[in-house]
């Protein structure tokens, strides 16, 4: 049985624990897809083979970001890290550096208490008793 | 830094977690809303307005043979609730107080957690149409606490009437939940557990609101859309107070109005 997304035991984990894990096991794997279909483009020489392999690659690019973005969603000091380094021209390692300053320092959302804008991130309470 | 201008605040990171715990703890019984309309966001503090997806007329055109339209948007509201706190009160709290006074941020708190439920439920002037305004359903009578079962099955059946789909949720002014939570029926049933039951959905302690509001819970029927969640900031001090604020940005708007039937004391 696949249960390798587990490092500690699965019951002692509380449920959403349990779902992070799986996401970034899923993440892992859809990483893993890309980087196989970057190979097999590279030596296929079938234009009509490259069109699909090129086609199910661009789906790995969606489920990559999409697990991506779940779990941005629930770690603020993940999200405000990847906020300062993606999509930003320039020096990768520099914005690598200033990101996690500004996360784990001052307030930021990687500091006790604080989410990433500062909020007290209530969200939606809708399963919340009472 | 933000704009909420914390890390200029003479409050040290330990008295942060204390304000912000405080803050979640007094604020999440009380907002109600939040347990019963669908929240979209948070989309930051310069987010200014919801879509609608809906257009005006422009009287004639910029030039001949061109006609225009403009946008329709909805603003979104701003909640702002100021206290100050004791700074002689949160250095004992860096010592390691568990006692310390914060009944001024605790009654900031409750004020916009009301404001938030009275906007939601019963709306705000021209900037917000609240659920039980804008429902099409004549309002109920509640009348007895121990009757309170018979118009809350009424607007249910109502809601299925109209083709809207349970689970229902019921959000309960203070008095009218304290009423509920005190009676039992006869043969000692819990009038709690025999609302629930007609509802198939949570009852909800939501002060501000009057009376009570029937809604459904299957989604797209409400939207609480959030700018900036509800945050602390900082505005002053002096040697021996801090000023803060609580404070949120957020549009709401009722999709089906015909989802809810208010309940009228």
Same mark, same amino acid.
Do not use: H, I, K
């Given at each position: 049985m696949g249960f390798d997304q587990y490092h500690e035991p699965p019951e002692e984990l509380p449920p959403a624990t349990r779902t992070f894990a799986r996401l970034c096991a899923s993440l892992t794997e859809e990483a893993e897809a890309i980087g196989w279909y970057e190979q097999r483009i590279a030596l296929e020489t079938d234009p009509e083979a490259l069109a699909v392999m090129r086609d199910a690659q661009g789906e790995e690019f969606k489920h990559f970001s999409m697990d991506l973005e779940f779990l941005l969603r629930r770690t603020p000091p993940w999200r405000e890290v990847a906020h300062g380094i993606l999509?930003?021209?320039?020096?990768i390692v520099e914005h690598g550096e200033e990101a996690e300053a500004e996360t784990f320092e001052d307030g930021g959302a990687g500091s006790e208490g604080a989410f990433e804008d500062g909020s007290?991130?209530? !969200?939606s309470l809708r399963g919340a008793s009472r | 830094m933000n704009h909420l201008l914390r890390s200029h605040a003479p409050i040290s990171d330990g008295g942060w977690s204390v304000l912000d715990e405080e803050a979640r703890e007094r604020l999440a019984p009380a907002l109600a809303a939040r347990k019963l309309v669908d929240f979209s966001g948070?989309? !930051?503090?310069?987010?200014?307005a919801t879509n609608l997806g809906r257009v005006s007329p422009l009287p004639g055109g910029p030039a001949e043979g061109v006609s225009g339209l403009q946008r329709r948007v909805l603003p979104v509201v701003e909640l702002r609730a100021d206290f100050e706190l004791s700074r002689s009160e949160l250095r004992d709290a860096d010592r390691g107080a568990d006692d310390v006074d914060l009944e001024a941020l605790d009654k900031a708190a409750h004020q916009v957690a009301v404001a938030e439920n009275v906007a939601v439920f019963h709306g705000w002037g021209d900037a917000i149409a609240g659920i039980a305004e804008a429902s099409p359903h004549e309002p109920l009578h509640l009348g007895e606490a121990d009757a309170y079962p018979r118009p809350v099955a009424r607007a249910v059946e109502r809601l299925l009437c109209s083709g809207v789909a349970g689970a229902y949720g019921l959000a309960l002014g203070s008095d009218d939940y304290r009423r509920v939570a005190e009676t039992a029926e006869h043969g000692g049933y819990p009038l709690l557990d025999h609302l629930r039951k007609i509802l198939e959905g949570p009852i909800v302690w939501a002060p501000g609101v009057e009376g009570a509001v029937v809604v459904s819970l299957?989604?797209?029927?409400f939207v609480f859309e959030s700018g900036q969640d509800l945050s602390i900031g900082y505005d002053s001090h002096d040697s021996d107070v801090v000023r803060l604020y609580l404070e949120e940005s957020f549009s709401f708007r009722v999709a089906t109005p015909e989802a809810a039937v208010a309940l009228r004391p």
């Open positions: 999509f930003q021209p320039g020096d007290l991130g209530l !969200g | 948070p989309r !930051g503090w310069e987010y200014s299957r989604g797209g029927d």
